[in-house]
């Protein structure tokens, strides 16, 4: 569904992607992990279309795509950012801000796949006439993701979705990520720095060091410690030692 | 004893009535590390800053007994407070990014913190900021010095925060969620730094978190609040034992790379929680 070859991504005289090549296939789900400054979110920027300056090929369902997309490229691929109090337009209903996408690919019966989606991210249907202050940071997230759903992607790009949420509300969320996949047969590529989250929904995660991506390894497989590259060790015993209780 | 609260209670008058936000909430800190742990909207935030009383206007304050280093917090006056903001108890907040002045050097920053404490001429307030960056593990202090907060990273902000926090000595390090705006290798540096400089010198630390097995890792008691109250208090050794449902929720919740779940439990919250 996602291949990426070589891809290199400039900001003036510095390459902050350095040929990563990666490939998930329909309805998988691959994890970025990396500290910040290592390239990650750069890579997803570059997919999702939001930075046109890089090098290399990404082909999204067989199809080679430039730096400019077409219209049918942003209806296939969707992206959900970290931070739900800045994603949603402040002064816009929920009810605008879901049907934005709908008005600019065209699609007919606004009403009620507005209705639809809502109760797909279960929240009521009370939510839709209120604004994005009026909601708690998860029902933020929830409408951010219903956002991204609406125009009924193929590939949904997830940076850092429950970096900004309680534990409890990230639980409700990374569930609701895994369901939706299920049911709408979604390709993801989440990238985030907790490898607890990114091991949870992805059985594929790639390891981020300095712009390039320094190990593909299974879920398993670093779950068991079989890794390979010494970074990807280091990162792992850091998330194990702390993620148990002292 | 350094902090003392009993029955600590802020409310806010709203068009509706009033909302209380902290609901009666007790602990006390001598030279230790007390972690405090709950969802966004337990009121973790508003109990450490009724101790600074840094609260917004409408904010109502009543407790049994609020005191910090033998001062009354209720009744000292804006003069007292003055004395104890910075001087005894160092503030250190989530995001380096917005508290840092951002076109003011490092180094003048944090000599400009020891001057207004310690008094001394600019030369030596700028030593003083060479050493304490030193101190907080900054390779290079005398470069850092005349950086721009903009040319940092934020592990390095927040080191500086620290280092400033510390210029004047304080007894009590507040530190309202230091880290969740970094990422993770970033985040237990800047956790094992602070626990390291609060040992050494023997300070309390109130860390603020919603991170329970994190902060069970670089406190010796966790205060664990829900809806204003502090649902369990237990020491961070005994966290596996925890008794309170909401405890055990909190823990539960959480994705694990070594015990994977197929599906994350949900915290179900339980209305009988808040009868005490």
Same mark, same amino acid.
């Given at each position: 569904?996602?291949?990426?070859?070589?891809?290199?991504?400039?900001?003036?005289?510095?390459?902050?992607?350095?040929?990563?090549?990666?490939? #998930?296939?329909?309805?998988?789900?691959?994890?970025?992990?990396?500290?910040?400054?290592?390239?990650?979110?750069?890579?997803?920027?570059?997919?999702?279309?939001?930075?046109?300056?890089?090098?290399?090929?990404?082909?999204?369902?067989?199809?080679?795509?430039?730096?400019?997309?077409?219209?049918?490229?942003?209806?296939?691929?969707?992206?959900?950012?970290?931070?739900?109090?800045?994603?949603?337009?402040?002064?816009?209903?929920?009810?605008?801000?879901?049907?934005?996408?709908?008005?600019?690919?065209?699609?007919?019966?606004?009403?009620?796949?507005?209705?639809? #989606?809502?109760?797909?991210?279960?929240?009521?249907?009370?939510?839709?006439?209120?604004?994005?202050?009026?909601?708690?940071?998860?029902?933020?997230?929830?409408?951010?993701?219903?956002?991204?759903?609406?125009?009924?992607?193929?590939?949904?790009?997830?940076?850092?979705?429950?970096?900004?949420?309680?534990?409890? #509300?990230?639980?409700?969320?990374?569930?609701?990520?895994?369901?939706?996949?299920?049911?709408?047969?979604?390709?993801?590529?989440?990238?985030?720095?907790?490898?607890?989250? #990114?091991?949870?929904?992805?059985?594929?995660?790639?390891?981020?060091?300095?712009?390039?991506?320094?190990?593909?390894?299974?879920?398993?497989?670093?779950?068991?410690?079989?890794?390979?590259?010494?970074?990807?060790?280091?990162?792992?015993?850091?998330?194990?030692?702390?993620?148990?209780?002292? | 004893?350094?902090?003392?609260?009993?029955?600590?209670?802020?409310?806010?008058?709203?068009?509706?009535?009033?909302?209380?936000?902290?609901?009666?909430?007790?602990?006390?800190?001598?030279?230790?590390?007390?972690?405090? &742990?709950?969802?966004?909207?337990?009121?973790?935030?508003?109990?450490?800053?009724?101790?600074?009383?840094?609260?917004?206007?409408?904010?109502?304050?009543?407790?049994?007994?609020?005191?910090?280093?033998?001062?009354?917090?209720?009744?000292?006056?804006?003069?007292?407070?003055?004395?104890?903001?910075?001087?005894?108890?160092?503030?250190?907040?989530?995001?380096?990014?917005?508290?840092?002045?951002?076109?003011?050097?490092?180094?003048?920053?944090?000599?400009?913190?020891?001057?207004?404490?310690?008094?001394?001429?600019?030369?030596?307030?700028?030593?003083?900021?060479?050493?304490?960056?030193?101190?907080?593990?900054?390779?290079?202090?005398?470069?850092?010095?005349?950086?721009?907060?903009?040319?940092?990273?934020?592990?390095?902000?927040?080191?500086?925060?620290?280092?400033?926090?510390?210029?004047?000595?304080?007894?009590?390090?507040?530190?309202?969620?230091?880290?969740?705006?970094?990422?993770?290798?970033?985040?237990?540096?800047?956790?094992?730094?602070?626990?390291?400089? &609060?040992?050494?010198?023997?300070?309390?630390?109130?860390?603020?978190?919603?991170?329970?097995?994190?902060?069970?890792?670089?406190?010796?008691?966790?205060?664990?609040?829900?809806?204003?109250?502090?649902?369990?208090?237990?020491?961070?050794?005994? +966290?596996?034992?925890?008794?309170?449902?909401?405890?055990?929720?909190? +823990?539960?919740?959480?994705?694990?790379?070594?015990?994977?779940?197929?599906?994350?439990?949900?915290?179900?919250?339980?209305?009988?929680?808040?009868?005490?």
């Amino acid at each position: 569904m996602i291949e990426v070859e070589q891809l290199r991504v400039r900001f003036g005289d510095n390459e902050v992607v350095k040929g990563v090549s990666l490939n #998930v296939p329909a309805g998988g789900s691959f994890g970025i992990v990396g500290e910040s400054g290592s390239g990650k979110s750069t890579v997803l920027r570059a997919l999702s279309g939001l930075n046109g300056a890089w090098t290399g090929r990404i082909a999204i369902d067989g199809e080679s795509v430039g730096p400019r997309r077409d219209k049918a490229f942003f209806r296939k691929v969707q992206m959900v950012f970290q931070d739900p109090y800045g994603s949603l337009h402040p002064r816009q209903t929920i009810d605008r801000i879901l049907s934005e996408p709908l008005l600019v690919h065209g699609m007919d019966n606004i009403e009620r796949r507005i209705e639809t #989606v809502l109760a797909e991210v279960a929240l009521p249907n009370a939510v839709r006439f209120r604004y994005p202050h009026q909601l708690s940071g998860g029902q933020r997230q929830r409408v951010a993701i219903a956002r991204a759903l609406i125009a009924e992607p193929e590939v949904l790009l997830l940076d850092e979705p429950t970096s900004a949420l309680d534990v409890s #509300v990230q639980a409700e969320i990374l569930n609701l990520l895994a369901d939706l996949r299920e049911r709408r047969n979604l390709t993801y590529i989440l990238v985030s720095h907790n490898l607890a989250v #990114v091991s949870h929904l992805c059985p594929t995660v790639g390891v981020m060091l300095g712009g390039q991506m320094v190990e593909v390894i299974s879920a398993e497989d670093l779950r068991a410690g079989k890794t390979q590259h010494p970074h990807t060790s280091e990162l792992r015993a850091l998330s194990v030692d702390l993620e148990e209780p002292a | 004893m350094l902090v003392d609260i009993q029955n600590l209670r802020v409310s806010f008058a709203t068009r509706t009535g009033t909302f209380e936000a902290v609901r009666g909430v007790s602990f006390q800190i001598g030279t230790e590390k007390l972690g405090i &742990v709950g969802e966004s909207g337990s009121g973790k935030s508003l109990t450490a800053r009724a101790l600074m009383r840094l609260l917004p206007q409408n904010a109502r304050i009543t407790a049994d007994r609020l005191s910090f280093d033998g001062v009354d917090i209720l009744k000292a006056d804006e003069r007292a407070m003055r004395g104890l903001r910075g001087k005894r108890a160092g503030f250190i907040l989530q995001d380096p990014k917005y508290s840092l002045n951002p076109v003011m050097t490092i180094g003048r920053q944090v000599a400009e913190s020891w001057r207004q404490h310690k008094g001394g001429s600019r030369k030596e307030a700028l030593e003083a900021a060479v050493d304490l960056l030193d101190q907080v593990r900054i390779r290079d202090p005398r470069r850092v010095c005349d950086l721009y907060p903009h040319e940092v990273s934020g592990g390095m902000g927040q080191r500086v925060m620290i280092a400033m926090m510390l210029a004047p000595d304080p007894a009590l390090l507040i530190a309202d969620e230091p880290t969740s705006a970094l990422d993770a290798t970033v985040q237990a540096e800047i956790l094992r730094l602070m626990e390291d400089l &609060v040992s050494k010198r023997g300070m309390g630390l109130i860390l603020i978190s919603h991170d329970l097995p994190l902060v069970s890792h670089f406190c010796d008691r966790v205060a664990v609040m829900y809806s204003g109250r502090v649902m369990e208090e237990l020491s961070a050794g005994t +966290l596996a034992q925890a008794k309170h449902p909401y405890t055990k929720g909190l +823990l539960n919740c959480l994705p694990s790379l070594t015990h994977p779940k197929p599906r994350l439990p949900v915290l179900s919250r339980d209305a009988a929680w808040l009868q005490s």
